[in-house]
């Protein structure tokens, strides 16, 4: 059975990078994409990119200037890079698998890691 | 602020049936990009509950069914049962963002 789980740091100063990883466990890490998202404490969901297996990347456009996204299949892990942090990019991050069935894939996500709560504070 | 609109809760008694809109625009539903569907219980991760407009993932009851018209789309729940209390999030895609996966606000369902 294929699991996702998200490691890094649990709090992060203000100004500096926050940096998580996701591991793939249980299955392979190609032909799907993988997704970052956060959700603040007590607010709703926030896509914050994808990345491909190949490499190839989508940011949001509100946080493409912060984000970096990359992956390393011989390990089954991407990682995520957001600069300059602030209080408001507290939150639980989530990483996902982009949804295919069928020999079909959507814009949609069905396998998700449990979170991870990164605290922006000094 | 969401792209994708939703009503902030809704509510219903045991067995009765609730609906979850979702409004978008041009540039995402009505683009004819496919709508999904989360459910969020308490301190857990999203779980897909519908997938490209009205498909149940395996596993997944039919008292969960979605529909999709124009800008807008629609998530309902028959048969309401205490475990379905949760927050329920439906989520696009957006071509005007340079293609971007965008969620709606999310909705809280209180079973009476």
């Known amino acids: 059975q294929v699991q996702l789980q998200e490691s890094g740091p649990g709090l992060v100063k203000p100004s500096e990078t926050l940096s998580l990883t996701c591991t793939v466990s249980g299955g392979s890490i190609s032909s799907y994409y993988w997704s970052w998202i956060r959700q603040p404490p007590g607010k709703g969901l926030e896509w914050i990119a994808y990345i491909h297996y190949s490499g190839s990347t989508n940011y949001n456009p509100s946080l493409t200037s912060r984000v970096t996204l990359s992956v390393d299949t011989s390990k089954s892990q991407f990682s995520l890079r957001l600069r300059s942090v602030t209080a408001a990019d507290t939150a639980v991050y989530y990483c996902?698998?982009?949804?295919?069935?069928?020999?079909?894939?959507?814009?949609?996500?069905?396998?998700w890691g449990r979170g991870t709560l990164v605290t922006v504070s000094s | 602020q969401s792209v994708l609109t939703q009503p902030p809760s809704v509510s219903g008694a045991p067995g009765q049936r609730v609906t979850i809109s979702c409004t978008g625009s041009?540039?995402?539903?009505?683009?004819?990009?496919?709508v999904h569907w989360y459910q969020q219980l308490p301190g857990t991760a999203p779980k897909l509950l519908i997938y490209g407009n009205g498909n149940r993932p395996s596993g997944v009851p039919d008292r969960f069914s979605g529909s999709k018209s124009g800008t807008s789309a629609s998530l309902a729940i028959t048969g309401l049962q205490a475990e379905d209390e949760a927050d329920y999030y439906c989520?696009?895609?957006?071509?005007?963002?340079?293609?971007?996966?965008?969620f709606g606000g999310g909705t809280k369902l209180t079973v009476l």
């Open positions: 996902a698998r982009q949804h295919c069935i069928g020999g079909s894939c959507y814009w949609s996500f069905d396998l």
């Open positions: 989520q696009s895609y957006d071509s005007s963002l340079s293609g971007s996966v965008v």
């Open positions: 041009s540039s995402d539903i009505g683009a004819g990009y496919d």
